[in-house]
Nanobody
Framework: QVQLVESGGGLVQAGGSLRLSCAAS????????MAWFRQAPGKEREFVAA????????NYADSVKGRFTISRDNAKNTVYLQMNTLKPEDTAVYYC??????????????????WGQGTRVTVSS
């Protein structure tokens, strides 16, 4: 079992920044790939970013490329999402996800095995 707890969400003005954190427990953190997804009101959950087990490889949705950065600290069992130049359309509940199966950088929610409870990000215009 893997437990994931997100934090760092909040209200920010457009153009501002936030850093989300996701603390993991239950298994050796470096053995699973991680990702961030988000779900806006009335919309389906969508992929945001993914990172490999070592942290050396990343993948981003086109909508956040150049503005968001995913990273992980395996010594702290934590994955981060640095969000810069935020836009109102980034408003959503953000979820971190873990994949314990082989492979990494997947973009479908169905490719991940464990989920956090989410943290809300609201960007005002």
């Amino acid at each position: 079992q893997v437990q994931l707890v997100e934090s760092g969400g909040g209200l920010v003005q457009a153009g501002g920044s936030l850093r989300l954190s996701c603390a993991a427990s239950g298994r050796t953190f470096s053995t699973y790939a991680m990702a961030w997804f988000r779900q806006a009101p009335g919309k389906e959950r969508e992929f945001v970013a993914a990172v490999s087990r070592s942290g050396s490889s990343t993948n981003y949705a086109d909508s956040v490329k150049g503005r968001f950065t995913i990273s992980r600290d395996n010594a702290k069992n934590t994955v981060y999402l640095q969000m810069n130049t935020l836009k109102p359309e980034d408003t959503a509940v953000y979820y971190c996800a873990a994949r314990i199966r082989a492979g990494y950088l997947y973009t479908s929610q169905y490719d991940y095995d464990y989920w956090g409870q989410g943290t809300r990000v609201t960007v005002s215009s």
